[in-house]
T-cell receptor
Framework: NAGVMQNPRHLVRRRGQEARLRCSPM?????VYWYRQLPEEGLKFMVY????????ESGMPKERFSAEFPKEGPSILRIQQVVRGDSAAYFC???????????FGPGTRLLVL | AQTVTQSQPEMSVQEAETVTLSCTYD???????LFWYKQPPSRQMILVIR??????QNATENRFSVNFQKAAKSFSLKISDSQLGDAAMYFC?????????????FGDGTTLTVKP
């Protein structure tokens, strides 16, 4: 049973470009969570999605960031017009239910030049 | 809002000895979950142990155990017979009950060094 998959593992963008991060949850999991980890810090919650629905986006910056989890395919975290401060590791986690353990993917390291 | 505090930025332990990592949290909820995650240099987040707040018994997983003090809002991790492979950053995490379920709140982490 494959774990949570994230791609790409490393992404380099220039300021003003768009970044698209993908997350495929574990088989049987319909709950997806995105977290951001800045250097030397803990993970900070961004957004919680179920299939086709955003459940909680209280940690998502109001501008430039969006997330989706379509009926088919992976969850996508999209960052428009990236800035240097967006450089971070972005982790996706999935679970089989709201109260169930979240299992993390390997993360995507975004570097904005 | 819930907060998680790890007051020890760095800890070290001799191989084969025992070390305890501290974690405190603040919440007004009575139903919640607590976790310890390990992040080795690969930066993969690995679940170490999980504790449900309604359970009085402390969780254990092989060499890893917790001391969960609900009234004190304390959730420490004890690693027995430390091994070189235990060296990593350890994060304490809180997740709320039904009303606030979903998102986890993480502490800033404790870097554990294991000396041979």
């Amino acid at each position: 049973n494959a774990g949570v998959m994230q791609n790409p593992r490393h992404l380099v963008r220039r300021r003003g470009q768009e970044a698209r991060l993908r997350c495929s949850p574990m088989k049987g999991h319909s709950h997806v969570y995105w977290y951001r980890q800045l250097p030397e810090e803990g993970l900070k919650f961004m957004v919680y999605l179920q299939k086709e629905n955003i459940i909680d986006e209280s940690g998502m910056p109001k501008e430039r960031f969006s997330a989706e989890f379509p009926k088919e395919g992976p969850s996508i975290l999209r960052i428009q017009q990236v800035v240097r401060g967006d450089s971070a590791a972005y982790f996706c986690a999935s679970s089989s239910g709201t109260s169930e353990t979240q299992y993390f993917g390997p993360g995507t390291r975004l570097l904005v030049l | 809002a819930q907060t998680v505090t790890q007051s020890q930025p760095e800890m070290s332990v001799q191989e084969a000895e025992t070390v305890t990592l501290s974690c405190t949290y603040d919440t007004s909820e009575s139903d919640y979950y607590l976790f310890w995650y390990k992040q080795p240099p690969s930066r993969q987040m690995i679940l170490v142990i999980r504790q449900e707040a309604y359970k009085q018994q402390n969780a254990t997983e092989n060499r890893f155990s917790v001391n969960f003090q609900k009234a004190a809002k304390s959730f420490s991790l004890k690693i027995s017979d430390s091994q070189l492979g235990d060296a990593a950053m350890y994060f304490c995490a809180y997740r709320g009950g039904f009303a606030n379920a979903g998102k986890s709140t993480f502490g800033d982490g404790t870097t554990l060094t294991v000396k041979p």
